[in-house]
């Protein structure tokens, strides 16, 4: 169907604006960018997951064929650079500020993981930096690693930082200890759970890439990036590194091929090349090969936690305490604090009226890459404990799992939990039912005997989750230690001949704003969408942003554009009003064209954009020329996305593989701008979700601290045939927070996910617990070790 | 250093190249086509897959030198005088893309798939897709609009 059989409004499924660049080849990614005198960049990397450099000797390697320059961590430092930085501090129980290594750009005496940057190469071709790479003799004194993530709290665990003793960086807490204490202490029965929260590897099919320049001329650096926020790069680059004042450098987010979080963060790569630009004076290029970014990329989740959940008899839940430790990597990466922590101890309370709940979370520092936001960030894995052990108390308790989730539904609103969130709206029994019913719940007993005959397991699983996205209220995160605010800016600029450009500090990396946000506009302005540009990622275009993360572009950024298209309403009906000779009040705008109320006086919105621009006759006083207008807009409260995802799965006993029969997911996002690409959003969630449920896991070796999961023939990316075709539906409360009343849509899959799939499974096979990913070796190993009786 | 001729998107190509480059290296780096992308250094995830002599193939895969000869179409080779192919169309209309950073491997793909298997089911259309990665769209609307296309070529 064409756009122009299914019309452009608000809730139509409008084909997308950016897709025939991307379609015929056209797309600018930065790998995509040549410049004249362009140099390349390779960097050497640590092979060892710890070590002292004793030295460093680039003299041969200096000679080498086509090298321009090699640069070290002394050249960084000798240069007054500062280290990469985390922008969100958290404090332990004791009041203590979170405790924070040196973050070097390129290391300096010490080497803290496989894959940590020791030198930089620029050379003519890539080939030759790489060939030169490989001729610099680093002397390293190798030493023990804390790899394995239960040990490394332990008093003999080797020290990632001598900043942090038992690399133990917090020991945060949420909620009310004693209240907790005292609902356990009347409890009927107690459930415990230990889980593990498997580490992942994000993989965008973009690898990480940057070209740095430098104009000599005017003293101005641009660097090409793969950023999902182009502004705040910039503010770390010149507020923290040092690398130039913040009006001399212009960070460019071209097409960016996915981020999934991977691209919030400001890495050393990227630092280096727009650094080191001015001191070669050509051009620098880098892109990631895949090694590289398995190597660098900072991974996602990686939680051991222990939960208990108190229930009186009536399988009420009374109350929850959890302890988990967190994995923080070696550095902490630029918002890696605020994911085990507010972005996950808040939404511990699900989608569950639980009075009392208490958690305390140690983010801990051991000899791998960095840990830091994957899509959902935090969410997925407080999703996960509770869903889990939600589940696990209906199966102790006998209460069917529906059940024990309607009993404890929260149903009235606003309702605060106890560990800060204050939930706006939902219905949740209403995802529930329409989950059960696309899942066809009833006619599962039939399904699981006829499964049975043919020597097949069949399992059903839920998971009634809830998240906060559109990150955030300013003053909500500043108090929680975030070191920036999280509104969004907009401009809109009415052009003469009526067409709009509008800037945003969202980024698009995949997500189709370019689409999503002109609907809106264009219905707004009564204009068609072609007529509508949407401006972004270029801090020269742009004034400033926080960018696109956390499913905050609808709610967060569309918002700001709402607000600057209600100021360039209010000044169009004012220049209106002096053109058609009538009271301001009376002017009515509907449908592109300006109408004087009771009257038969219009004007279209093209005759007035040009009258504004034209001002013959304004009285100056009172109306200025042009049409131009910019909001910032900081949402008053998180929103909250919430629904129920079921999937049936059916195992093969003899080989241990699971097959999703079905994946139901039924997701409250509030208002929805465009269907089909909010459908898009929950597909990709949900197969990142399956991902770590059945195929994903980033593995070190807990001796040497290799990577053993460093390509795509080792770390089990989600392929067409490891996935089902989903069944998607929706529910709608609206968000009483922003103007379009929207919740977000970017991580719902991921966060739901994977416990409804794990319940399928523990389901089918009887079982208490496995460990995702639940690959066929582990569930076959289930399967054998099955007490007899529930194995025939 | 060799000189490698080729026919690409139906125009002559000629250039001396590194015996060791890839022929993806030599198409985005010396002809300028960047439609063909690099998502992997194991072969595995298809962004770069091209058509040699009417074949989808890994242009990581092969040299360049192994492409004397040869007619090569990128993606931006599949339109004919404006007209998008039809698994463009598809990809469009089912919205089987969001970053698009994958898709010209994927479309190439479809292109050979359909032409080698005309009568397409989901089953066999996930199995085919196996060579290459998307991490944005779950698949659901690759598969979608590849079953479409074929449909729609028939």
Known sequence: ?792 | MPVVAMTVNGKPASADVEARTLLVHYIREQLGLTGTHVGCDTSQCGACVVHVDGRAVKSCAILAVQAEGAEIVTVEGLAKNGELHPVQQAFREHHGLQCGFCTPGMIMTAVDLIRRKPNLDEKTVREELEGNICRCTGYHNIVKAILAASQEMR
Not at chain 1, 652 to 663: E, L, Q
């Open chain 1, 1 to 792: 169907m064409s756009n122009a059989a299914i019309g452009e409004g608000i809730g139509q499924p409008v084909r997308r604006k950016e897709d025939f660049r991307f379609i015929t080849g056209n797309g600018h990614y930065t790998d995509d960018i040549a410049r004249p005198r362009q140099t390349w960049a390779y960097f050497l990397r640590s092979p060892h997951a710890h070590a002292k450099i004793r030295g460093i000797d680039t003299k041969s390697a200096e000679t080498a064929p086509g090298v321009v320059a090699i640069f070290t961590g002394k050249h960084v430092a000798d240069d007054g650079l500062g280290g990469l930085i985390c922008g969100w501090t958290v404090s332990s129980k004791d009041g203590t500020p979170m405790k924070v290594g040196p973050h070097p750009i390129l290391a300096v005496d010490t080497v803290r993981y496989v894959g940590d940057h020791v030198a930089m190469v620029v050379a003519e071709t890539l080939a030759e930096a790489r060939s030169a790479a490989e001729m610099i003799d680093v002397d390293y004194e190798t030493l023990p690693a804390a790899v394995a993530l239960a040990a490394c709290q332990s008093k003999d665990a080797p020290q990632v930082h001598p900043e942090a003793p038992r690399n133990t960086c917090f020991e945060w807490e949420l909620g009310n200890k004693s209240e907790t204490e005292a609902a356990f202490a009347k409890a009927d029965r107690i459930v415990k759970l230990d889980l593990t929260n498997n580490r992942l590897i994000p993989n965008a099919m973009e690898p990480r890439a940057a070209l740095g320049e430098y104009d000599k001329g005017t003293g101005t650096y641009t660097l090409h990036t793969t950023s999902q926020n182009p502004h705040v790069a910039r503010l770390v680059l010149s507020a923290f590194v040092g690398v130039a004042p913040e009006h001399k450098l212009r960070v460019i987010a071209p097409d960016v091929g996915g981020g999934f979080g991977s691209k919030i963060f400001i890495y050393a790569e990227e630092t280096a090349c727009v650094w080191a630009a001015a001191k070669v004076g050509r051009p620098i290029k880098w892109t990631a090969d895949r090694s590289e970014a398995f190597l660098s990329d900072a991974h996602g989740r990686d939680h051991l936690s222990h939960a208990e959940l108190a229930l009186d008899k009536n399988g009420k839940f009374l109350a929850l305490r959890v302890k988990t430790v967190a994995n923080l990597g070696a550095y902490l990466s630029t918002f890696s604090a605020s994911v085990p922590t507010y972005l996950y101890g808040t939404l511990l309370s699900g989608q569950y009226d639980i009075p009392a709940i208490y958690v305390e979370v140690d983010g801990v520092y051991t000899h791998t890459a960095p840990v830091d936001a994957y899509r959902g960030a935090g969410r997925p894995e407080a999703t996960y404990l509770v869903e889990r052990i939600v589940e696990t108390a209906a199966r102790e308790t006998g209460i069917d799992p529906a059940e024990i989730r309607r009993r404890n539904f929260i149903r009235s609103f606003p309702h605060q939990t106890p560990v800060i969130m204050a939930y706006d709206a939902g219905d949740y029994e209403a995802s529930l039912d329409a989950a059960m019913k696309a899942a066809d719940h009833k006619g599962f007993p039939a399904r699981k005997a006829e499964a049975e005959k043919r020597g097949k397991l069949r399992g059903l699983g839920f998971s009634s989750y809830i998240e906060a996205c559109g990150l955030a209220p300013s003053a909500a995160v500043g108090s929680l230690g975030a070191g920036v605010g999280l509104w969004e800016s907009a401009e809109v600029r009415v052009n003469p001949t009526g067409n709009v450009e509008v800037l945003t500090g969202s980024h698009s990396h995949g997500q189709g704003h370019e689409t999503t946000f002109a609907q809106l506009v264009a219905s707004r302005l009564g204009i068609p969408m072609e007529q509508v540009e949407i401006v972004h990622g270029d801090t020269d275009k742009v004034q400033f942003g926080m960018g696109t993360y956390g499913s905050r572009s609808g709610a967060v950024g569309m918002s700001a554009i709402v607000k600057a298209l209600d100021k360039i309403e209010t000044k169009a009906k004012k220049i209106a009003a002096h053109l058609m000779e009538a009271a301001v009040e009376d002017i009515v705008f509907e449908n592109g064209t300006f109408t004087v109320q009771g009257t038969d006086k219009t004007m279209p919105w093209a005759q007035l954009a040009l009258s504004a621009y034209t001002a013959h006759g304004f009285p100056s006083a009172e109306i200025e020329p042009g049409l131009k207008e910019g909001a910032f807009y900081d949402p008053t409260n998180f929103t909250f996305p919430a629904g129920c995802h079921i999937c049936e799965v059916e195992i093969d006993p003899d080989t241990g593989v699971t097959r999703i029969i079905n994946f139901v997911a039924v997701d409250d996002f509030g208002t929805i701008i465009n269907p089909m690409i909010v459908e898009g959003q929950v597909h990709g969630g949900i197969a990142q979700g399956i991902g770590q449920a059945l195929l994903e896991h980033g593995v070190y070796d807990p001796e040497s601290g290799q990577l053993i999961t460093g390509s795509y023939m080792d770390y089990c990316m989600p392929r067409a045939d490891d996935l089902p075709s989903f069944n998607l539906g929706f529910t709608k409360t609206v968000c009483p927070s922003n103007p379009l009343g929207m919740k977000g849509c970017g991580e719902a899959g991921a966060i739901a996910s994977p416990p409804a799939i794990i319940n399928a499974i523990t389901d089918a096979l009887g079982i208490r617990d496995i460990e995702m990913p639940a690959t066929p070796a582990r569930v076959w190993a289930a399967i054998q070790s099955r007490p007899r009786a529930a194995a025939e």
